[in-house]
């Protein structure tokens, strides 16, 4: 388990810890498995900036609107998530959009992803998920839910237990994608998700929940899409699963929130 901690750390945050003394397949399961937990953390890491970028810096004075206010503290909160997580998430996001947008199968898909620039498909793609993020995370501390923030990046760091689901394929031989990819149990991912769900739950009542579900949801559509494009997963897929699902959960609780 603490190798799994470990590496559940390493991969999907920018907080340095000593590498796991063995990285297989169990590892890889409780990394996955514990990934709900990462997210819960660097969701709370990064509230407490948004909610210290309204109050410290007196944005939330007379005369100030609470909109801008709870802009600025959206921003900060995407902004301190993208720092905490190198930005690897978003990556693997813009690298997928380019992989669909280059209209491309297999490994002729693949090879656009692996470039370091980043096509029109990732750009429009960064430049969306980041609004509604943004706009989101705005509304939420508008509301003063101090806690969706912290459910819906636990969301989507849960997506990755059924993205990581036995039966589901690596696109190729080596990375992350290949590490992770069927590793996990379906049981373990039901367990993990019901008792985020719950946890979810009493943070936000039954929205919290709906958006779990949703997110959840999400990534299984954007793994299904990467299955049929090009035969599996990848670590970039993995990163998309993130934004999107994340995305999906502060969606839904700005929705069925109030």
């Known amino acids: 388990m603490a190798d799994g901690l470990r590496l559940a750390i390493g991969t999907l945050t920018a907080v ?11 590892q890889a399961a409780a990394a996955m498995l514990l990934a709900p937990v990462v997210g819960a ?37 995407v902004g301190v998530l993208a720092l905490m997580t190198r930005g690897i998430h978003l990556d693997g996001l813009a690298d997928t959009a380019d992989g669909h947008g280059s209209g491309r199968h297999g490994e002729e898909a693949l090879a656009v992803m692996r470039r ?28 003063d839910d101090v806690s969706g923030v912290v459910v819906a990046v636990a969301a989507g760091r849960l997506a990755l237990v059924w993205a990581c689901r036995r039966g589901v394929p690596a696109a190729r031989p080596d990375g992350l994608g290949a590490a992770v990819a069927g ?35 999400a990534g299984v559509v954007v793994v299904a899409r990467a299955r049929r494009r090009w035969g599996g997963i990848t670590g970039d897929v993995l990163g998309a699963v993130v934004e999107t699902a994340t995305t999906v959960g502060l969606l839904t609780l700005v929705v069925l929130g109030g």
């Open 116 to 143: 370091s620039d980043i096509g029109p498909s990732g750009v429009v793609a960064l430049l969306l998920v980041l609004a509604l993020q943004v706009v989101s995370v705005a509304v939420l501390l508008a509301r």
């Open 41 to 77: 953390l660097l969701g709370a890491a990064a509230t407490a900036a948004g909610w210290a970028a309204l109050h410290l810096v007196g944005l939330r004075g007379p005369g100030t609107p609470v909109a801008l206010a709870a802009l600025l503290g959206g921003i900060t909160v």
């Open 16 to 26: 340095p810890v000593r590498p796991p003394t063995t990285v297989g397949r169990a």
């Open 183 to 217: 590793s996990v149990a379906p049981g373990a991912a039901m367990a993990v998700t019901v008792v985020t769900a719950l946890a979810a739950g009493a943070l936000d009542w039954w929205p919290g929940a709906a958006a779990v579900a949703l997110a959840c949801l």
